[in-house]
């Protein structure tokens, strides 16, 4: 089984819907992170996390919102869904490890492509 | 402003070259990761590193710090290479490289 998981796989969705994209790791990392990829961009980090209680805005935040709900488990929401945060969303996971350390290491879930019409 | 610099953009080999893949960064960091990504998506780590250089399998990964500058080299290409390679950087936060997709033909 995969180590990190991320549901749905696809989805398509209209204007203005609420949509909740979920990751769930069995990898007993601490850190967290979610991610949108564009054509031509490289990753943008949105939200990242390195533990439950600790949230931390990213890159390109502004549109998503986040829920740390265990160890296990990240959200990322989109209140109101808008057709320019059409784009493929990564969750990925690291241990907390000294800085320059290999628990930078990260790892990634299989990616959700996300369409908004 | 990019952080982080690869070149090719694009790569194209016939099978059996040894393929190299350049990676440039301009900010101070503490450790630099090599990914693979397949043309369905996934995303897989290759390479971890902060100096030197580590090898697995036919795929080497070195790093000079001082130059700020990491290649990843593949030896006897496959068609099972064709991916996209990204670059990332780890300094006060993560930074990506674009990519760089590399299409190996038999």
């Known amino acids: 089984d995969a180590d990190v998981t991320q549901t749905p796989r696809n989805r398509i969705t209209k204007t203005g819907k609420r949509i909740m994209l979920e990751c769930s790791q069995t990898k007993g990392h601490d850190r967290m992170y979610w991610y949108r990829q564009d054509p031509g961009l490289g990753l943008r980090l949105i939200y990242y996390s390195f533990d439950v209680k600790d949230i931390n805005k990213g890159e390109i935040s502004d549109g998503y919102s986040v829920s740390r709900q265990a160890q296990a488990k990240f959200s990322l929401s989109l209140e109101s869904a808008i057709p320019n945060q059409t784009a493929l969303y990564f969750c990925a996971t690291s241990v907390v490890g000294l800085a320059g350390g290999s628990g930078n290491e990260q790892f990634f879930g299989p990616g959700t492509r996300l369409t908004v019409l | ?106």
């Not at chain 2, 440039?24 to 397949?38: D, E, K, N, P």
């Not at chain 2, 995303?43 to 250089?53: E, H, N, Q, R, T």
């Not at chain 2, 080299?73 to 996209?84: E, G, L, N």
């Not at chain 2, 993560?94 to 033909?105: D, E, Q, R």
């Open chain 2, 1 to 106: 402003k990019n952080e982080v610099e690869q070149s090719p953009q694009n790569l194209t080999a016939q099978e059996g070259e040894f393929i190299t893949i350049n990676c440039s960064y301009s900010v101070g960091i503490s450790a630099l990761h090599w990914l693979q990504q397949h043309p369905g998506g996934g995303i897989v780590s290759l390479f971890m590193l902060s100096s030197g250089k580590k090898k697995h399998g036919r795929l080497i990964a070195t790093i000079n710090i001082q130059e700020k500058h990491s290649s990843l080299h593949i030896t006897a290409s496959h068609p099972r290479d064709s991916a996209v390679y990204i670059c990332a950087v780890i300094g006060n936060q993560f930074y990506f490289g674009t990519g760089t997709s590399l299409t190996v033909i038999p």
